[in-house]
C-alpha cells in the first residue's frame, strides 16, 4: 500500500504544530476527519486541508513533501509506523518520539529528538542546537532510541541526555554532551569547544577532537576496548563512518571531574 | 527382559529416565580460542553432578568468530541446576571467580528467554564504582575495569524451564579397554550434538550410582548391580561375559536434544561393533515413577 502522503502547497504564513500527524493519532480517520485537523499557533485557523495536498494511503507510513522549516513538531510522541519527509522541518522533529522511524531529507531546527525515547530518527542533513536535549525546566533529555544525523549539528547535542544513541556523522557545536547523566554520542568529526561540559556518566566519541579540551577531563591513555567493537557492530548497519571510529585505538579522557566525574570522552585522533 | 540385537550389539528392552532441570547458556569470549576455552573449562569444572557440585555445567561447542557478539573467537557453555535459584548461586560464583579472572575474556547470555539470571548485574559490585553501564540495541551490558583493560558482560543471561538432566547410556563390554573404546566414540559422538553436554570427565562415568546407601546421611551409593567385581555377591545386572561398565549421563537444553544425543551414542558404540567396543548398551532408570522423562532405548536405535 501507497503512504499517506502530505504535500505542502506553499510556504504557510504562520509556524504550524504538526504534532496530531503521527500514526497512531491518524490511523483509522476518513480523509475529511484528517483534512479538518487543525495546526495553527496563532489566533489564524489553519487546517490540513488548506495547507497540504492529501494523497491517501496507509497511515503507518506518512510522507510529508515539499517541507520547509515553519513545520514544527513533526513526529511528536510517535509510537510506531514511519515518518519520512523531504525538505527542511522547523522545531522539536521527534520530540518525546517513543517508537517506529523518522526520516527528514534536510535540515532541522533546533530541539530535535527532544527528550526521545525509543525508535530511530535520522536527520539527513544538519540540526541545530540542543538536539535531543530537555525543554526548559525539563529534568532530562533524551533517554532511549536511536539519532543519526548524517551533517553537521548545533551547540548543546545530547544536553542532559539519560541513555539511548546519538550518532552525529559531521561536525559538533560548542558544548556537545554537555551536562549528560549518562548514555552514548558519538561525533564524527571535530567538536566544538568543551565537549561534555559538567557530563556526569555516558560515553562521548570524537572522531577529529574538539577546539578546546576542558581542564577537567583527564587523560586515561590509548585503548582498544572491546566494549567499543560491540558498540561498533550495533551502529554499523546505521553508519560506517561510525563502526569504523569506534574501531580505531581510542584515547580515553575521564571526566566531568568538576562534577561526577564517571563519564567519558574517547578521541579518535590526537589534536 | 527381551533383547535387541543391532549388529552384534545387545541393547536392552529398557529406558533412561530424566528429570525436569533449570538451565542457561553463556557465550565466553577472549582474544584466542586457547583462552575462550581455558575460561569455559574452568568455569565448568567440578560440575559433574548436582549431587556434590551444586550443578552440572559443560562446553557444548567451540564457536568461530562469525557466531560471537564481539566477534572473537568464542565457546558456548551449559549450565543445569535442580532450582533458579541455585541457578543463580551457581552462576554469579563461577562467572565471578573463573571468566572475569581469565585474561581477555568476556561473558554474555547464550540463550534468549523470559525469565532472567542476573550475569553482569550480579558481578558489577567488583567494579567498585568504576563500572559503566551500556545499553547498545536491546542488549544491556557492563564494563568493569580490570588490571587488563575491561571486562564486558551482558547485564542477565536467561533461564529455560524446558531442560532435562539424566539422560543416559549404559555401556557394558568385556575388558576395560573395549569398554573404554565405546564409550569415547559414544562421548565424541554426542558432543557433536547441539544444546547437550555431557557433564563427566570427558563426558563418561565410571562410578554409576543408585540412590541411597546402607550408611546414614550419604544420598548415593555405587551402582552394585552393575559392578562387575560384585557379580556374584550382589543381585546383579550383568551377564557373565561382562568385565566392565562405563556409563554416560547427558543434559539437554530440551527434551529432543537429550533424545538425539542418545541416539548419537547409541549409532558410535553400534558402529564400533562387540569387538572392538561394547557388546551391550543399557540405560539407567528408576522405575520410572521419579521422573517425567523416559527415553526408550528401542526408540533410538540407529
Same mark, same amino acid.
Not at chain 1, 522511524?101 to 535520522?122: C, D, F, H, Y
Not at chain 2, 559422538?189 to 557433564?199: F, N
Given at each position: 500500500?501507497?503512504?499517506?502522503?502530505?504535500?505542502?502547497?506553499?510556504?504557510?504564513?504562520?509556524?504550524?504544530?504538526?504534532?496530531?500527524?503521527?500514526?497512531?493519532?491518524?490511523?483509522?480517520?476518513?480523509?475529511?476527519?484528517?483534512?479538518?485537523?487543525?495546526?495553527?499557533?496563532?489566533?489564524?485557523?489553519?487546517?490540513?486541508?488548506?495547507?497540504?495536498?492529501?494523497?491517501?494511503?496507509?497511515?503507518?507510513?506518512?510522507?510529508?513533501?515539499?517541507?520547509?522549516?515553519?513545520?514544527?513538531?513533526?513526529?511528536?510522541?510517535?509510537?510506531?509506523?514511519?515518518?519520512?519527509?523531504?525538505?527542511?522541518?522547523?522545531?522539536?522533529?521527534?520530540?518525546?518520539?517513543?517508537?517506529?522511524?523518522?526520516?527528514?531529507?534536510?535540515?532541522?531546527?533546533?530541539?530535535?529528538?527532544?527528550?526521545?525515547?525509543?525508535?530511530?530518527?535520522?536527520?539527513?542533513?544538519?540540526?541545530?542546537?540542543?538536539?535531543?536535549?530537555?525543554?526548559?525546566?525539563?529534568?532530562?533529555?533524551?533517554?532511549? @532510541?536511536?539519532? +543519526? %544525523?548524517?551533517?553537521? /549539528?548545533?551547540?548543546?547535542? !545530547?544536553?542532559? &541526555?539519560? =541513555? $539511548?544513541? *546519538? #550518532?552525529?556523522?559531521?561536525?559538533?557545536?560548542?558544548?556537545?554532551?554537555?551536562?549528560?547523566?549518562? @548514555?552514548?554520542? +558519538? %561525533?564524527?568529526?571535530? /567538536?566544538?569547544?568543551?565537549? !561534555?561540559?559538567? &557530563?556526569? =556518566? $555516558?560515553? *562521548? #566519541?570524537?572522531?577529529?577532537?574538539?577546539?578546546?579540551?576542558?581542564?577537567?577531563?583527564?587523560?586515561? @591513555?590509548?585503548?582498544?576496548?572491546?566494549?567499543?567493537?560491540?558498540?561498533?557492530?550495533?551502529?554499523?548497519?546505521?553508519?560506517?563512518?561510525?563502526?569504523?571510529?569506534?574501531?580505531?585505538?581510542?584515547?580515553?579522557?575521564?571526566?566531568?571531574?568538576?562534577?561526577?566525574?564517571?563519564?567519558?570522552?574517547?578521541?579518535?585522533?590526537?589534536? | 527382559?527381551?533383547?535387541?540385537?543391532?549388529?552384534?550389539?545387545?541393547?536392552?528392552?529398557?529406558?533412561?529416565?530424566?528429570?525436569?532441570?533449570?538451565?542457561?547458556?553463556?557465550?565466553?569470549?577472549?582474544?584466542?580460542?586457547?583462552?575462550?576455552?581455558?575460561?569455559?573449562?574452568?568455569?565448568?569444572?567440578?560440575?559433574?553432578?548436582?549431587?556434590?557440585?551444586?550443578?552440572?555445567?559443560?562446553?557444548?561447542?567451540?564457536?568461530?568468530?562469525?557466531?560471537?557478539?564481539?566477534?572473537?573467537?568464542?565457546?558456548?557453555?551449559?549450565?543445569?541446576?535442580?532450582?533458579?535459584?541455585?541457578?543463580?548461586?551457581?552462576?554469579?560464583?563461577?562467572?565471578?571467580?573463573?571468566?572475569?579472572?581469565?585474561?581477555?575474556?568476556?561473558?554474555?547470555?547464550?540463550?534468549?528467554?523470559?525469565?532472567?539470571?542476573?550475569?553482569?548485574?550480579?558481578?558489577?559490585?567488583?567494579?567498585?564504582?568504576?563500572?559503566?553501564?551500556?545499553?547498545?540495541?536491546?542488549?544491556?551490558?557492563?564494563?568493569?575495569?580490570?588490571?587488563?583493560?575491561?571486562?564486558?558482560?551482558?547485564?542477565?543471561?536467561?533461564?529455560?524451564?524446558?531442560?532435562?538432566?539424566?539422560?543416559?547410556?549404559?555401556?557394558?563390554?568385556?575388558?576395560?579397554?573395549?569398554?573404554?573404546?565405546?564409550?569415547?566414540?559414544?562421548?565424541?559422538?554426542?558432543?557433536?550434538?547441539?544444546?547437550?553436554?555431557?557433564?563427566?570427565?570427558?563426558?563418561?562415568?565410571?562410578?554409576?550410582?543408585?540412590?541411597?546407601?546402607?550408611?546414614?546421611?550419604?544420598?548415593?551409593?555405587?551402582?552394585?548391580?552393575?559392578?562387575?567385581?560384585?557379580?556374584?555377591?550382589?543381585?546383579?545386572?550383568?551377564?557373565?561375559?561382562?568385565?566392565?561398565?562405563?556409563?554416560?549421563?547427558?543434559?539437554?537444553?530440551?527434551?529432543?536434544?537429550?533424545?538425539?544425543?542418545?541416539?548419537?551414542?547409541?549409532?558410535?558404540?553400534?558402529?564400533?561393533?562387540?569387538?572392538?567396543?561394547?557388546?551391550?548398551?543399557?540405560?539407567?532408570?528408576?522405575?520410572?515413577?521419579?521422573?517425567?522423562?523416559?527415553?526408550?532405548?528401542?526408540?533410538?536405535?540407529?
Amino acid at each position: 500500500m501507497k503512504p499517506l502522503t502530505f504535500t505542502l502547497r506553499q510556504r504557510p504564513d504562520q509556524r504550524l504544530d504538526l504534532s496530531p500527524l503521527v500514526p497512531h493519532l491518524i490511523s483509522g480517520r476518513t480523509t475529511a476527519q484528517i483534512e479538518r485537523i487543525e495546526l495553527q499557533t496563532t489566533r489564524r485557523r489553519v487546517s490540513v486541508g488548506d495547507i497540504f495536498r492529501l494523497r491517501i494511503g496507509d497511515a503507518d507510513r506518512i510522507r510529508i513533501e515539499e517541507s520547509c522549516d515553519r513545520l514544527d513538531r513533526i513526529g511528536y510522541a510517535m509510537t510506531g509506523g514511519e515518518i519520512f519527509v523531504d525538505g527542511d522541518v522547523g522545531v522539536q522533529a521527534g520530540r518525546l518520539m517513543a517508537g517506529g522511524s523518522m526520516t527528514v531529507r534536510g535540515n532541522t531546527g533546533p530541539w530535535a529528538a527532544s527528550g526521545m525515547k525509543g525508535g530511530l530518527l535520522e536527520i539527513l542533513g544538519a540540526t541545530d542546537a540542543f538536539l535531543a536535549a530537555p525543554l526548559a525546566g525539563e529534568m532530562v533529555g533524551m533517554r532511549g @532510541g536511536l539519532v +543519526i %544525523v548524517r551533517g553537521r /549539528a548545533g551547540e548543546r547535542a !545530547g544536553d542532559r &541526555m539519560r =541513555r $539511548g544513541t *546519538i #550518532v552525529i556523522e559531521g561536525e559538533a557545536g560548542a558544548y556537545a554532551g554537555s551536562r549528560m547523566i549518562a @548514555g552514548s554520542l +558519538i %561525533v564524527g568529526r571535530k /567538536a566544538g569547544p568543551l565537549p !561534555g561540559f559538567l &557530563m556526569k =556518566r $555516558g560515553s *562521548i #566519541v570524537l572522531g577529529d577532537g574538539c577546539a578546546v579540551m576542558s581542564p577537567t577531563f583527564v587523560d586515561c @591513555g590509548y585503548h582498544e576496548l572491546l566494549a567499543m567493537r560491540l558498540w561498533a557492530g550495533i551502529v554499523d548497519p546505521h553508519s560506517k563512518k561510525a563502526a569504523a571510529l569506534l574501531r580505531r585505538p581510542l584515547q580515553r579522557l575521564a571526566g566531568d571531574m568538576a562534577v561526577l566525574g564517571k563519564g567519558e570522552i574517547f578521541i579518535g585522533s590526537r589534536n | 527382559m527381551r533383547v535387541l540385537t543391532v549388529k552384534g550389539v545387545r541393547i536392552d528392552n529398557t529406558f533412561a529416565e530424566a528429570f525436569g532441570m533449570r538451565a542457561t547458556a553463556l557465550t565466553i569470549t577472549a582474544d584466542t580460542a586457547r583462552w575462550a576455552r581455558q575460561a569455559a573449562v574452568t568455569m565448568t569444572g567440578f560440575a559433574t553432578s548436582v549431587i556434590g557440585c551444586g550443578c552440572e555445567a559443560g562446553i557444548d561447542c567451540e564457536l568461530t568468530v562469525k557466531q560471537t557478539p564481539d566477534r572473537r573467537p568464542g565457546v558456548r557453555v551449559l549450565v543445569f541446576a535442580t532450582s533458579t535459584a541455585e541457578l543463580q548461586r551457581q552462576l554469579q560464583t563461577r562467572v565471578a571467580q573463573c571468566v572475569l579472572t581469565s585474561p581477555g575474556s568476556a561473558c554474555y547470555a547464550g540463550i534468549e528467554g523470559e525469565e532472567a539470571l542476573k550475569l553482569g548485574n550480579a558481578l558489577r559490585y567488583f567494579g567498585d564504582g568504576w563500572q559503566v553501564s551500556k545499553r547498545f540495541g536491546a542488549k544491556h551490558f557492563w564494563r568493569i575495569p580490570v588490571m587488563d583493560g575491561e571486562f564486558v558482560c551482558e547485564a542477565t543471561a536467561a533461564v529455560t524451564k524446558r531442560a532435562v538432566g539424566g539422560g543416559n547410556l549404559i555401556i557394558i563390554g568385556r575388558t576395560s579397554q573395549t569398554t573404554r573404546a565405546a564409550a569415547e566414540a559414544a562421548a565424541a559422538a554426542i558432543a557433536r550434538v547441539p544444546d547437550v553436554i555431557a557433564p563427566f570427565p570427558g563426558g563418561i562415568a565410571r562410578s554409576g550410582s543408585k540412590v541411597g546407601s546402607k550408611y546414614k546421611g550419604v544420598p548415593a551409593s555405587t551402582n552394585d548391580a552393575y559392578c562387575p567385581t560384585l557379580r556374584g555377591a550382589v543381585k546383579t545386572s550383568l551377564d557373565a561375559d561382562a568385565g566392565s561398565v562405563l556409563e554416560i549421563v547427558i543434559d539437554g537444553l530440551t527434551s529432543e536434544a537429550v533424545a538425539a544425543a542418545m541416539r548419537a551414542g547409541i549409532a558410535a558404540i553400534v558402529k564400533l561393533g562387540p569387538k572392538r567396543g561394547a557388546m551391550r548398551i543399557s540405560a539407567g532408570n528408576y522405575g520410572g515413577k521419579l521422573g517425567p522423562h523416559h527415553y526408550h532405548l528401542r526408540d533410538l536405535l540407529p
